[in-house]
């Protein structure tokens, strides 16, 4: 593993839940926009499985990270390929601290409106 931020986007592009937890602490806290934190790798698996199931695909478009010490600030839109067909694109900014390699606590700012409506 690396603390490679734009690596770990490309994992979670894959669309493969066991891809995108390997690069998280077993103890991560990880918060998707205003939804309660799922604490724990399991937890985080079964959060992210679930949400592939309510999409046909997405892709992250990087376009900044800034390193401050232990956090990654990273500035990306991210397109989603709906069930129906169309793809929309939002922006989004996430915060990642590392414990090492691994993302120990990972907050997303977005709004899914878009992609739902």
């Known amino acids: 593993m690396s603390r ?55 892709t992250h478009h990087v376009h900044n990270v800034w390193d401050i010490g232990e956090t990654s600030v990273a500035q990306i839109d991210v397109e989603y390929l709906r069930k129906d067909g169309k793809r929309v694109t939002v922006p989004n900014a996430d915060i990642l601290t590392f414990d090492g390699d691994l993302v120990r606590h990972w907050q997303i700012y977005i709004d899914l409106a878009p992609v739902f409506a």
């Open 4 to 58: 490679d931020v734009r690596a770990i986007f490309a994992d979670i592009d894959a669309f493969d839940p066991d891809k995108f937890v390997a690069h998280l602490t077993d103890d991560v806290v990880f918060r998707f926009g205003n939804g309660e934190p799922a604490v724990g790798r399991a937890a985080v698996r079964e959060a992210v499985a679930g949400f592939f199931t309510s999409i046909d695909g997405l």
